[in-house]
């Protein structure tokens, strides 16, 4: 459930930051709008940002959000996990709108790895309970 939250506030993130333009220096850049790939750029060229977008909507950070159809979802998916993989070498270069989350991060329930707990004397004790 926290990862289906945490995926929904990604896509939301990325669908109320508008027109996003990222510099990959120096393999070129992308520009996103409102998360989705709007164009891409190599090495050398020059960026093409006058396309016209696809969407001229902007999203309040307190309205909630319609719902996204199958395709979007997967476009939006695959967008934010390459932008938390590659977060380290990218450059924001601008913005329309917000790209941050007021809310805080949420718990992960997964088993913690390397805490093995050595439970013997809990079982002797309890053992010695019962007789």
């Known amino acids: 459930m926290a990862g289906a939250i945490n995926r929904q506030r990604k896509f939301d993130q990325l669908r109320r930051a508008g027109n996003i333009h990222i510099d990959l220096s120096p393999l070129g850049g992308v520009a996103l709008d409102h998360g989705r790939l709007q164009s891409a750029w190599g090495e050398g060229e020059l960026p093409s940002l006058g396309l016209p977008t696809a969407t001229d909507q902007f999203f309040r950070s307190d309205e909630p959000l319609a719902p996204l159809g199958r395709e979007l979802a997967d476009e939006l998916g695959c967008i934010a996990s390459w932008l938390d993989k590659n ?7 601008h913005c329309d709108g917000e790209l941050t989350s007021a809310l805080p991060a949420l718990p992960s329930f997964a088993p913690r790895k390397g805490l093995a707990v050595d439970d013997s004397d809990f079982v002797t004790s309890s053992r010695r309970s019962r007789r």
């Open 87 to 93: 977060a380290p070498d990218l450059t924001l270069d």
